[in-house]
């Protein structure tokens, strides 16, 4: 059965999840989009009744679960359960790795009130990776100073930046208050080939459940504000999998995004932004008076 057989009427005939995915990774293996520039994601939503989120969703849990399932020896009956269930099993896998095992080598597939349960009360399970960073990142103000100490090192910035030892960096430092078209949480300005430019960096909050909202929220966010630096860096607790701000980034097209994990006051990875912002305005931001002012960049920098 070709894929377009496949997902045609998919929702009202029924048809597995597993299937509707896989005929998906055959349209999506040759690129996103179609031969007439639509995305194949859009194609597929129009074509089974589901909508674009509910086919990102699947296809991450499907890919998930795959991997989780492959790494671990695992039997691969889970893979014929429910997406819906599959998705709560994934939320379990991200904050308690054994207790997603015992699910998927049990024969008795839970229910899906019963597998939330389970997520319930392994988010309250002190033990957990969820409760314990959700008991870490309860402070807004405790992330966002952590944040500042791993990236403030100018060893840091140099190489999170991509500058020579001896560029001319700032400090970073917090951004001043609510810029009416950007506010970033910290940025720091230095030279390249000559030209003044800044960077700006977001910290993003994850409290307890790890969903795709904020990711989707701050790369939206990013959209606009990143065109108004020549750098803009989404920084994220090390614990959070930054997959979906990294296929965001790249399927909007924010070449000058990077994403940053960290962990306590560590920077521990990073990926670097892929060239220049289609859009650029940062003239709009450097030849503001009063912005420029509060920023204290100094005539002589521009």
Request: net charge positive; glycine share 6%; hydrophobic share 40%.
């Amino acid at each position: 059965m070709s894929p377009i057989e496949v997902l045609t009427g998919a929702r009202s005939r029924e048809v597995p999840w597993p299937l509707i995915v896989e005929a998906l990774r055959k349209f999506m293996s040759a690129g996103s989009v179609d031969d007439q520039g639509r995305p194949w994601v859009e194609v597929a939503a129009h074509l089974t009744g589901y909508t674009t989120s509910q086919l990102w969703i699947s296809i991450r849990t499907y890919t998930f679960i795959q991997n989780f399932i492959s790494r671990h020896d695992l039997p691969e009956h889970a893979l014929d359960w429910p997406m819906s269930n599959l998705e709560v099993v994934t939320r379990i896998a991200k904050a308690n790795e054994d207790q997603a095992k015992e699910i998927i080598r049990s024969r008795d597939q839970l229910t899906l009130r019963n597998l939330r349960n389970m997520y319930d009360q392994i988010k309250k399970d002190p033990t957990s990776k969820i409760s314990a960073m959700s008991a870490g990142l309860k402070s807004s103000k405790s992330f966002t100073d952590n944040l500042f100490k791993s990236l403030s090192g100018k060893n840091t910035l140099q190489q999170i930046l991509g500058l020579a030892q001896d560029s001319s960096l700032g400090r970073l430092k917090v951004w001043p208050g609510r810029y009416p078209l950007c506010h970033p949480n910290f940025y720091v300005d230095f030279i390249s080939d000559g030209k003044l430019c800044l960077a700006a960096f977001e910290g993003l909050k994850f409290f307890g459940d790890i969903n795709s909202q904020v990711a989707t929220k701050a790369t939206l966010k990013a959209a606009v504000e990143a065109t108004f630096f020549a750098q803009y860096y989404l920084c994220a607790p090390s614990w959070v999998s930054t997959d979906d701000l990294l296929h965001l980034r790249d399927r909007l097209g924010l070449f000058n995004v990077g994403i940053i994990s960290v962990v306590e006051e560590k920077v521990v990875a990073v990926a670097h932004p892929l060239g220049p912002s289609v859009h650029d305005r940062q003239s709009v931001l450097l030849e503001d008076h009063a912005i420029r002012a509060r920023l204290g960049i100094t005539p002589s920098k521009t």
